[in-house]
T-cell receptor
């Protein structure tokens, strides 16, 4: 699987958009970008995933660059409950069996 | 919404005990997974199952077994608990097919004394 690089920590003011970057310069053609988050002492929560087009759901938007070497997760109006560690991972199209492996992630602190 | 429910949030057991961790999902997912998560070691796959009564070893199956008698339920068994199995245990499930994401439960924090 392609390796991902994320900043270790970020701050965001409550109510503002949080933009979390992820670099995956070695991504291959059949690999998807996934985002999860983990709030302290809870299980990881799936947020969104995409291949090459931008994606949006009720939680967030995912912007993938045209060359697919990086992506940005956008939380449009951050709240205190969005304080968590955010993980960007890449996984191949694999029939769902592929294990999930997290890196260090980005610790997002939403500030009142 | 996908719901993956783990039977206990916190559990304390003694060395040598047989420990059962239960996981139930309500979305008719074919695949189910057991992971453990430890500081500095990240997420490690113990076992997974792609169908009822089917199981496959993950990266660290030693000391564990699993059971999947019904599609919605996947159990992790610690045959004889040891202190090095103190950890956060996470269950996940997913549909079969391509890029389907895994959905996780809230975890069981297990302490072996």
């Amino acid at each position: 699987d392609a390796k991902t690089t994320q900043p270790p920590s970020m701050d965001c003011a409550e109510g503002r958009a949080a933009n979390l970057p992820c670099n995956h310069s070695t991504i291959s053609g059949n690999e998807y970008v996934y985002w999860y988050r983990q709030i302290h002492s809870q299980g990881p929560q799936y947020i969104i995933h995409g291949l090459k087009n931008n994606e949006t759901n009720e939680m967030a938007s995912l912007i993938i660059t045209e060359d697919r070497k990086s992506s940005t997760l956008i939380l449009p109006h951050a709240t205190l409950r969005d304080t968590a560690v955010y993980y960007c991972i890449v996984r191949p199209y694999s029939g769902g069996y592929q294990k999930v492996t997290f890196g260090i992630g980005t610790k997002l602190q939403v500030i009142p | 919404d996908v719901k993956v429910t783990q039977s206990s949030r916190y559990l304390v057991k003694r060395t040598g005990e047989k420990v059962f961790l239960e996981c139930v999902q309500d979305m008719d997912h074919e695949n189910m997974f057991w992971y453990r998560q430890d500081p500095g070691l990240g997420l490690r796959l113990i076992y997974f199952s792609y169908d009822v009564k089917m199981k496959e070893k993950g990266d660290i199956p030693e000391g564990y077994s699993v059971s999947r008698e019904k599609k919605e339920r996947f159990s992790l068994i610690l045959e004889s608990a040891s202190t090095n199995q103190t950890s956060m245990y996470l269950c996940a499930s997913s549909l079969t097919g391509g890029e389907q994401p895994q959905h996780f439960g809230d975890g069981t924090r297990l302490s072996i004394l």
